[in-house]
């Protein structure tokens, strides 16, 4: 599916708009993309996945490799995320984790005790050999759009961890966090190492960009935030800093946090729909770009509020060193895929650089 040549494209995803922004670099125009564009609202997602559970559908390259493609091709964004779960590491090391529709991940002896944490399985990367074969695919069928790799971070996994599946107060986790100190570190620190295996192997097969996905951090204080989870998302950061690969940080609620996620080492921010880039850019400060924030909902509305709110958050966007335009949080379920291709042409076209000048004749 490799696009015909245009020359006023560039062929590398290292020199791809979405690179370049995550860079703070000039770009030709906006880059986008949508998180959870893989899978969710498209049927083709749908029929391919029929009769597959998820985590079993992850594990297959050949699966991961068209789902990942499919939006690619629908949507004309500026890069492929792959299809993948942030539990997955968890899976492969050995944990009994199902993911269930419509629900999400469900922990089958969640982690509840000191021991508990101490009789947690590493993750060998010898067992990822499926997902360096599907990047390597990717990346060769992806050609000049980059791939973007992704892992959860430390907190946001041990919120499945530890409250068994999905939960809105994360009470459990704050509890065990509060009165277990030493063993939470212990915990963090093997899900920070679990992370950056999971993101290295990514990047070595080719992955021109990763997301570190700290969905639920906003449930914290900054100064929780600061002391007990920051530490681990900067150790994954770290693990995988030598690699010259652009680095993207996200999470949900996060405005009283936006410094304290891009002091964990990311090149870019993520920003939920809570507030505006303007004001995002101003808390993150100029030596990282950021990524988002159309409210995912404002996707089910009326075309004339769509194309509202799109302009709204291109221009909002102007403040920050390099933006890629994003959704706030995942992809509703509902969404029409329509609507998300009419998203991606309409960045495009509001944020195209003028063609350079013709040099004067003499
Ligand atoms: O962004 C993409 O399109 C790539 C694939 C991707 C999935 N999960 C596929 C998926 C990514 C990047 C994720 C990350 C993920 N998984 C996060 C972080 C992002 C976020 O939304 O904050 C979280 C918190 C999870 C855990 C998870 N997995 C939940 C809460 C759910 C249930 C919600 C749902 O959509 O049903 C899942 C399941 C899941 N992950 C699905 C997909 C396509 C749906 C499963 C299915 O189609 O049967």
Redesign the pocket.
């Given at each position: 599916m490799t696009p015909a040549p245009d020359p006023a494209r560039p062929d590398l995803p290292s020199d791809s708009d979405l690179v370049r922004a995550a860079r703070g670099l000039p770009v030709s125009r906006t880059p986008v993309w949508f998180?959870?564009?893989?899978?969710?609202s498209l049927p083709e997602y749908r029929a391919l996945?029929a009769g597959t559970a998820?985590l079993e559908a992850c594990r297959d390259p050949d699966l991961v490799t068209e789902i990942t493609l499919q939006p690619v091709r629908r949507h004309g964004v500026d890069a492929a995320?792959?299809?993948?779960?942030?539990?997955l590491p968890l899976v492969v090391a050995g944990l009994d984790i199902e993911?269930k529709?419509?629900?999400?991940?469900v922990v089958a002896q969640p982690v509840r005790s000191v021991a508990d944490v101490d009789a947690l399985p590493l993750l060998d990367p010898s067992h990822l050999d499926f997902l360096t074969t599907a990047v390597r695919s990717l990346v060769q069928e992806l050609g000049p759009t980059p791939l973007i790799g992704?892992a959860?971070a430390p907190f946001?996994l041990a919120t499945y961890l530890i409250e068994g599946g999905?939960s809105k107060e994360h009470a459990r986790t704050k509890a065990f966090m509060y009165a277990e100190p030493a063993a939470w570190s212990r915990l963090m620190d093997r899900l920070a190492l679990s992370a950056a295996t999971f993101l290295k192997v990514q990047m070595d097969a080719g992955a021109s960009a990763v997301q570190l996905?700290d969905?639920w951090a906003g449930v914290l204080s900054a100064a929780d935030y600061e002391a007990r989870v920051l530490p681990y998302s900067r150790e994954v950061f770290e693990a995988i800093g030598s690699r010259d690969v652009p680095r993207i940080h996200f999470g949900?609620g996060t405005g009283e946090l936006l410094p304290l996620i891009g002091e964990a080492g990311a090149d870019v921010v993520g920003v939920d729909w809570r507030l505006p880039l303007d004001e995002a850019a101003r808390r993150v400060g100029h030596g990282r770009s950021l990524q988002g924030n159309l409210d995912p909902a404002v996707l089910l509305a009326d075309r004339a509020t769509v194309d509202r709110e799109v302009r709204r958050v291109v221009e909002q966007g102007r403040a920050a060193r390099g933006h890629i335009f994003n959704l706030g949080?995942?992809v509703l379920?509902d969404t029409d895929p329509g609507v998300l291709t009419h998203v991606a042409e309409l960045v495009h076209e509001l944020t195209l650089s003028p063609a350079d000048p013709t040099p004067p004749a003499t």
């Open positions: 998180m959870r564009q893989a899978g969710r996945r998820m995320i792959l299809f993948s779960d942030i539990v993911i529709p419509g629900i999400g991940p992704f959860g946001t999905p996905f969905s949900v949080h995942g379920p």
